[in-house]
């Protein structure tokens, strides 16, 4: 690649939350309620003023009713729910009743405390909630009508989505959630990982989950799962975002953390590092072979094979090195800390266990 190449690589585009998609779905349904004639294509004003367009498919209307679809463009983000169709169904209702959110088949339904959605209702978030009712009194006012309508959500497919996604894990059954805080998907944006780590722990603390698990992958996840019977909602796929995890625990703890990952990432933590990613950590194999006392583990490749280099001695120092991270990071918060370095079979490579005082 040459240096212009990298220089003035091509952008990212940028894309729609399913927040945003559905209320574009349901401006054009109450629009085909208000007149009629449901439009081939609405504007929608996202929370911090942009003015996206939504091509409008699959429309229908009846007496009292209509339905409006828009297939969601996650633009460049690598997001399980890009190409999605999310239909909205809106239903005239009795004068005063306002605007009431149902879960359509592909949206999920919250089962357990600890969500900005309450036990029992469809799992479609404040932001996506406030905007469809902002889009559904703009159209209100523009046609002389009471904004009192039945917003009914479904997503296709959205049931088998939502096994890639956390929901399972917090207690969403049935579908994916409708989600998005500014209405646009930043390509390869941390923060949609990070809020969902944040979801996690809230569901945790407010069930009163005495321990959980962040793991870096599913093979150091899969080794811990063999070590405690924990529900799923104890295991937060922290991915790279240990900082994320740990800082937001420190504020709302639980009693016990299990920290588990890779050679590789677990030396990071070990180093300091609190994003665990390639492109903005890497592991310091001099600092490695001064920590031994073996010269030689600084012309290693990578992490896994300055450990074959250094023996179980080394994995174990970098485990305990990484727990003195993951304690530094919670400090002042009353909770027990666990590291487990996983090899790449899911053996285990090392174990820092809670000691005799709980940490």
Same mark, same amino acid.
């Given at each position: ?10 952008? %990212?585009?940028?894309? /729609? ?14 629009? #085909? ?25 699959? +429309? ?18 690598? =997001? ?14 009795? *004068? ?40 559904? +009194? ?5 046609? #002389?009508?009471? *904004? ?17 996604? /956390? ?12 989600? #998005? ?9 941390? $923060? @949609? ?15 009163? +989950? ?21 529900? =799923? ?47 903005? $950590?890497?592991?310091?194999? =001099? ?8 010269? =030689? ?5 990578? !992490? ?9 001695? %080394? !994995? ?5 090195? @990484? ?12 909770? !027990? ?15 820092? *266990?809670?000691? !005799?005082?709980?940490?």
């Amino acid at each position: 690649m040459s240096t212009a190449q990298r220089s003035n690589p091509t952008p %990212l585009r940028t894309g /729609w939350t399913t927040g945003a998609c559905a209320t574009a779905a349901a401006r054009a349904a109450w629009t #085909g309620v208000c007149t009629g004639a449901v439009p081939v294509s609405v504007t929608v004003v996202l929370p911090k003023g942009e003015r996206p367009v939504f091509p409008i498919l699959n +429309a229908r209307h009846g007496d009292g009713w209509a339905e409006a679809t828009v297939e969601k463009d996650a633009g460049d983000d690598p =997001d399980v729910t890009h190409g999605a169709l999310i239909t909205v169904r809106v239903e005239r209702t009795a *004068p005063g009743e306002g605007v009431s959110f149902h879960a359509g088949k592909g949206v999920g339904i919250v089962t357990k405390p600890g969500l900005p959605i309450g036990v029992g209702e469809p799992a479609i978030n404040p932001v996506p909630r406030r905007m469809i009712d902002e889009a559904i +009194a703009d159209v209100s006012t523009e046609h #002389g009508v009471a *904004p009192d309508a039945r917003v009914t959500v479904s997503v296709a497919g959205g049931a088998a989505l939502a096994l890639k996604t /956390w929901n399972p894990r917090l207690g969403i059954e049935g579908g994916i959630s409708i989600l #998005g805080t500014t209405g646009i998907v930043r390509p390869f944006s941390c $923060s @949609a990982w990070i809020a969902s780590i944040h979801r996690g722990i809230d569901v945790a603390v407010a069930t009163g +989950a005495p321990h959980v698990v962040g793991a870096t992958g599913s093979t150091s996840e899969g080794y811990v799962r063999t070590l405690y019977d924990l529900p =799923d909602t104890a295991y937060l796929d922290m991915g790279d975002f240990v900082g994320g995890l740990l800082k937001y625990l420190r504020r709302h703890p639980v009693p016990r953390i299990t920290v588990a990952g890779g050679p590789g990432k677990m030396t990071k933590l070990a180093q300091g590092a609190l994003d665990l990613h390639s492109k903005r $950590s890497q592991v310091d194999l =001099d600092a490695l072979a001064v920590r031994t006392g073996i010269p =030689d583990i600084s012309k290693a490749n990578t !992490a896994l094979e300055a450990f074959g280099m250094g023996s179980a001695a %080394l !994995a174990r120092a970098v485990c305990a090195d @990484a727990r003195a991270t993951v304690r530094e990071t919670l400090r002042g918060a009353d909770i !027990a800390v666990e590291t487990i370095i996983v090899g790449r079979s899911g053996e285990p490579l090392a174990r820092c *266990p809670f000691d !005799a005082s709980g940490g």
